[in-house]
C-alpha cells in the first residue's frame, strides 16, 4: 500500500458526459502528479500540482482541467468525454516539489471506461 | 520515435535466469526513473537515477549519461518478477518539468 489513495476504483460513463476522479495523496506529500494509461499510448503525464499551485503541464486536453484543495487533495476534471478517453487514471505524491531526486507513490489508479 | 526506447518489448525468461532491461533515450535529462507495472495494474517506483549504479534487493539499475542509456538487472529472477518494466525520462528546467516522457515497457514472464 503506498498511501495514496484514489477513488472511484472504477467508472463507466457515457460519451459526452463528465466525470471527477480524486486523489488523497500521501500524508505529509506537497506534490500530486496526474497520468493517463491507454492502451494505444502507453503511460502520459497530464499535470503536475505542488501545494495547491500547478506547476507542470504535460499531455493534458483542454477539456481535462485538475486542482488541488487546500487540504492537498486533488481532482482531475474530465468533461466531454469520449471513447478515447477510456484509460486508466493514476495519480502518484512526493514529499517535495518536484521528484527528481525522490520517489513518486503511485495511487491504485481509476478505470474509466466510456460507452 | 518515441524519445525514450525499451527493449526488449517481452521477454519470458526461466526462474533464476539474470534478466536485463534496457533503455535508451534521445534527450538529455535530468534523471531517469524505472517503474514496474504489477498484472492488476497498480505502479511502483523502482529506482531514480541521475548517475552511476543503484541497487535494491535483486533489482540494479545503471545509467550512463553520457551514451543515454540506462539498464534494469534482475538477479535470480523469481515468478513475482514477471510484470511491465517502464522506464521515463525526467526533465527539470528551472521554472517546472519540462516534461516527462515514458517508454512503452517491457513485459517481462519469468516461468517456474
Known amino acids: 500500500d503506498s498511501g495514496v489513495t484514489q477513488t472511484p476504483k472504477h467508472l463507466i460513463t457515457a460519451t459526452g458526459q463528465r466525470v471527477t476522479l480524486r486523489c488523497s495523496p500521501r500524508s505529509g506529500d506537497l506534490s500530486v502528479y496526474w497520468y493517463q494509461q491507454s492502451l494505444d499510448q502507453g503511460l502520459q503525464f497530464l499535470i503536475q500540482?505542488?501545494?495547491?499551485?500547478?506547476?507542470a503541464k504535460g499531455n493534458i486536453l483542454e477539456r481535462f482541467s485538475a486542482q488541488q484543495f487546500p487540504d492537498l487533495h486533488s481532482e482531475l476534471n474530465l468533461s466531454s468525454l469520449e471513447l478515447g478517453d477510456s484509460a486508466l487514471y493514476f495519480c502518484?505524491?512526493?514529499?517535495?516539489?518536484?521528484?527528481?531526486?525522490?520517489?513518486?507513490?503511485f495511487g491504485p489508479g481509476t478505470r474509466l471506461t466510456v460507452l | 520515435k518515441n524519445e525514450v526506447e525499451q527493449s526488449p518489448q517481452n521477454l519470458t525468461a526461466q526462474e533464476g535466469e539474470f534478466i536485463t532491461i534496457n533503455c535508451s533515450y534521445s534527450v538529455g535529462i535530468s534523471a531517469l526513473h524505472w517503474l514496474q507495472q504489477h498484472p492488476g495494474g497498480g505502479i511502483v517506483s523502482l529506482f531514480m537515477l541521475s548517475s552511476g549504479k543503484k541497487k535494491h534487493g535483486r533489482l540494479i539499475a545503471t545509467i550512463n549519461i553520457q551514451e543515454k542509456h540506462s539498464s534494469l538487472h534482475i538477479t535470480a529472477s523469481h515468478p513475482r518478477d514477471s510484470a511491465v518494466y517502464i522506464c521515463?525520462?525526467?526533465?527539470?528546467?528551472?521554472?517546472?518539468?519540462?516534461?516527462?516522457?515514458f517508454g512503452k515497457g517491457t513485459h517481462l514472464i519469468i516461468q517456474p
Open positions: 500540482y505542488y501545494n495547491g499551485e500547478e506547476r
Open positions: 521515463s525520462r525526467r526533465r527539470y528546467s528551472g521554472g517546472g518539468a519540462d516534461g516527462l516522457t
Open positions: 502518484a505524491s512526493s514529499p517535495r516539489y518536484w521528484a527528481e531526486y525522490n520517489e513518486q507513490f
